[in-house]
């Protein structure tokens, strides 16, 4: 079975720092997916970045980017020049390529906290 | 375009009542799911739709949880008769059929069994 393991629940940054947030994953699969997710205040989940396992680069958007180590199974975000409204909970997640069911498996989290 | 949208948007209930959650996925995603986070804890599936068929429903935790999806379209999930252990948040989330990667997320439904 899939795990996702999330070590820092709480984190700080000061507005326009950069800021890293970690996740690790246990996985057999060779073909397979991983998010990261941002839930802000409202609540609302949405995807932030996401990186194929097939692929070598390191996927970014705009001042997200991910440092994927697949022989480690480390899929860490990066938040450059970080604004107030990165302020939220960030999920890390796993899916599978391939199966009957394209169902996430999610960490437990890590609250950011964006200060002025 | 409307997005995923869930209601209640919060429920609070007594032990042994029942309470139904609905979600309304974005039109044209055959794909919905459920999912679950007690507090503190991570976001645990419960179950997938394609069109009104289950695909995948291994997450459920127990048969107090029905979930339907008529018509292939909004989906419902009922807990009956609720225990305390049932708190928590439900999202709903849904993809189009044969585009692996995102689910997008409604706001979730808190709710909270006393």
């Known amino acids: 079975a899939q795990t996702v393991t999330q070590s820092q629940p709480e984190m700080s940054v000061q507005e326009a720092e950069t800021v890293t947030l970690s996740c690790t994953y246990d996985?057999?699969?060779?073909?397979?997916?991983l998010f990261w997710y941002k839930q802000p205040p409202s609540r609302q989940m949405i995807l932030v970045i996401r990186?194929?396992?097939?692929?070598?680069q390191n996927a970014t958007e705009n001042r997200f980017s991910v440092n994927f180590q697949k022989a480690a199974k480390s899929f860490s975000l990066k938040i450059s020049d970080s604004q107030l409204g990165d302020t939220a909970m960030y999920f890390c997640?796993?899916?599978?390529?391939?199966?009957?069911?394209?169902?996430?498996?999610f960490g437990t989290g890590t609250l950011l906290a964006v200060q002025p | 375009e409307a997005g995923v949208t869930q209601f209640p948007s919060h429920s609070v209930i007594e032990k042994g009542q029942t309470v139904t959650l609905r979600c309304d996925p974005i039109?044209?995603?055959?794909?919905l799911y459920w999912y679950r986070r007690v507090m503190g804890k991570e976001i645990k599936f419960l179950l997938h739709?394609?069109?009104?068929?289950?695909?995948?429903e291994s997450g459920m935790p127990n048969n107090r949880f029905l979930a339907e999806r008529t018509g292939g379209t909004y989906s419902t999930l009922k807990v009956q008769p609720a225990e305390l252990e049932d708190s928590g948040v439900y999202f709903c989330?849904?993809?189009?059929?044969?585009?692996?990667?995102?689910?997008?997320f409604g706001p979730g439904t808190r709710l909270t069994v006393t």
């Open positions: 989330a849904s993809s189009q059929v044969g585009v692996w990667g995102e689910q997008y």
């Open positions: 996985t057999s699969e060779n073909n397979y997916y």
């Open positions: 990186q194929e396992a097939y692929k070598q």
């Open positions: 997640a796993f899916m599978k390529v391939g199966g009957a069911t394209n169902k996430l498996i």
């Open positions: 039109s044209g995603h055959d794909n």
């Open positions: 739709f394609v069109k009104e068929s289950k695909q995948d």
